[in-house]
């Protein structure tokens, strides 16, 4: 039996990371690890970092019979929180906080396979 594992938080970060640039412009966007992430170069960046998550319900499987694969998926809720660092911070994360509640949000990320109602974020904002 080949086992391929799960994808980790790359999709996840590479959706925010370019969601906050489509809305912010050029800003440097840093991912952040837990407990582990040092400040990078620059004055002003965004900081996200997949926090936590929790499997939602039971597993789910999908079978192909002429390939002879299942694919088998276990619906999870990220914990996500973006930081926004720098003299625009404060508008910054009102933006990205409004916006992430928006259809648009909704809409953008789905080309990445996830919707920003399925996480909870936190905001922080240093200046």
């Known amino acids: 039996m080949n086992i391929i594992p799960a994808e980790g938080d790359e999709r996840i970060f590479k ?5 906050v640039k489509e809305c912010l ?3 440097i966007t840093v991912r952040g690890y837990v407990g582990r992430v040092s400040k990078p170069k620059g004055p002003a960046y965004v900081l996200i970092t997949v926090m936590a998550q929790a499997v939602t ?3 789910s499987a999908e079978y192909d019979a002429e ?3 299942a694919t088998i998926i276990a619906p999870t809720r990220k914990t996500v929180q973006i930081d926004c660092y720098g003299k ?7 933006t990205l ?5 928006d259809e648009f949000a909704v809409t953008f990320l789905q080309e990445y396979g996830f919707a920003p109602f399925t996480w909870i974020t936190f905001w922080r904002v240093f200046t």
């Open 57 to 59: 319900s039971s597993n």
């Open 67 to 69: 390939g002879g694969t």
């Open 88 to 94: 625009q911070a404060e508008s910054w994360a009102k």
């Open 25 to 27: 412009g050029k800003v």
């Open 97 to 101: 906080a409004m916006l992430l509640e």
């Open 15 to 19: 959706g925010l990371s370019a969601f």
